[in-house]
């Protein structure tokens, strides 16, 4: 059985973020719900989860905690 990879998390700019979020949406711009949700949310899903990128406040978030 293989190891799972680790990756490291990635925090970009807030700026960035909403940029590149903004660009996927588009790419998924068609009407959908999975689960109920929507093109937005699976964006965002798919960065932080599956691929750990993340935006700046969510690492500032986790520092005042």
Known sequence: MNAP???PEIYLSNTTYAQ???AL???VADPFEREGTDAETEVVR???EVGG???EFVKEDTMVS
């Open 46 to 48: 798919a960065l932080g």
């Open 5 to 7: 990879i680790e990756r």
């Open 25 to 27: 949406s588009r790419l």
């Open 20 to 22: 590149l979020k903004a």
């Open 53 to 55: 990128v993340w935006p």
